[in-house]
């Protein structure tokens, strides 16, 4: 199975201030197709996870522009930009090259 | 709006059955791959199995291939995992979720329903 790993897997953020989030993969996710298939989701407290980026750097409808990803091979950032109130909650990359699909063990951000 | 309820969650004792369900609406259920990711209280996201959407192909993760069975009638646009021979570690909110046309992740998820293993 490909091992997803997230650091931080804490991030205290100041409002208005950025937040990186980075996420490994232990083989790259490149996918006989060509695509690169790396997801992150947020779950917000007591919520379901939301999808907020695909293939590594599109951003699903309805996703603040504050959010981006980057990344390539099995090396990949989550970026926001200004972190807002309701930003607060776990953050998750997945990779959907090779079954089984994996998730990372979350990155929690909270405000300081 | 793309709507995803699951339901048929409880308390079941180790080795017991239970069968959840997920109804769909607001989209088109029998063009989609489906998923279920489950979470263990407290813990991450696990992603546990995935279906075509003509129902002939099924995929697994390798803890629970051989006792969970996910199956779907787009007649009813309702999507279902049966669970058999389960253990403490099955503990968790079981989410159904749809997959993103094309992109192969997944995008829409239910609110979840929680299966407690415990004698």
């Known amino acids: 199975d490909i091992v997803m790993t997230q650091t931080p897997l804490s991030s205290p953020v100041t409002l208005g201030q950025p937040a990186t989030i980075s996420c490994g993969s232990s083989?790259?996710?490149?996918?006989?197709?060509?695509?690169?298939?790396l997801s992150w989701f947020q779950q917000r407290p007591g919520q379901p996870p939301r999808l907020l980026i695909y293939?590594?750097?599109n951003r699903f409808s309805g996703v603040p522009d504050r959010f981006s990803g980057s990344g390539a091979g099995t090396d990949f950032t989550l970026k926001i930009s200004r972190v807002e109130a309701e930003d607060v909650g776990v953050y998750y990359c997945?990779?959907?090259?090779?079954?089984?699909?994996?998730f990372g063990q979350g990155t929690k951000v909270e405000i300081k | 709006q793309v709507q995803l309820v699951e339901s048929g969650g409880g308390v079941v004792q180790p080795g017991g059955s239970l069968r959840l369900s997920c109804a769909a609406s607001?989209?088109?259920?029998?063009?989609?791959?489906m998923h279920w990711v489950r979470q263990a209280p407290g813990k991450g996201l696990e992603w546990v199995a995935l279906?075509?959407?003509?129902?002939?192909?099924?995929n697994y993760a390798e803890s629970v291939k051989g006792r969970f069975t996910i199956s779907r009638d787009n007649s009813k646009n309702t999507l279902y995992l049966q669970m058999n021979s389960l253990r403490g570690d099955d503990t968790a909110v079981y989410y159904c979720?749809?997959?993103?046309?094309?992109?192969?992740?997944?995008?829409?998820w239910g609110q979840g329903t929680l299966v407690t293993v415990s004698s």
């Open positions: 293939k590594v750097s």
């Open positions: 607001g989209f088109s259920f029998s063009r989609h791959f």
């Open positions: 083989q790259s996710l490149v996918h006989s197709n060509g695509n690169t298939h």
């Open positions: 279906i075509r959407p003509d129902g002939k192909i099924q």
């Open positions: 979720a749809k997959d993103l046309d094309g992109s192969w992740t997944v995008d829409y």
């Open positions: 997945m990779q959907s090259t090779q079954f089984p699909w994996t």
